[in-house]
């Protein structure tokens, strides 16, 4: 019930050979964004505008909130802008 084995063995093992796993990064983020855009849609009760290129949800601040979570030092995501 944790997901998909092939998917863990396969990205383990990307990680050793430097391989490209069954999928790539890019499929998995997109994958997750999608069903993490639902589940905020949800949340807020309305219909979001996201924009692809800056992975925000345009004029909602509150349903952007809901897109990370507050990390606590030293787990903090570095800033990349």
Not at 22 to 33: F, G, N, Q, T, Y
Not at 40 to 46: D, I, L, N, S, T
Not at 63 to 79: I, Q
């Amino acid at each position: 019930n944790g997901g998909h084995p092939q998917h863990l063995y396969s990205f383990l093992d990307s990680v050793r050979s430097r391989e490209q796993p069954i999928a790539p990064a890019e499929v998995a983020h997109l994958s997750c964004a999608l069903v993490r855009l639902g589940e905020v849609a949800y949340r807020v009760g309305r219909v979001l505008n996201f924009d692809p290129a800056s992975e925000t949800i345009v004029g909602d601040e509150a349903a952007n909130r809901l897109l990370t979570k507050e990390y606590r030092p030293p787990w903090e995501l570095p800033s990349l802008v």
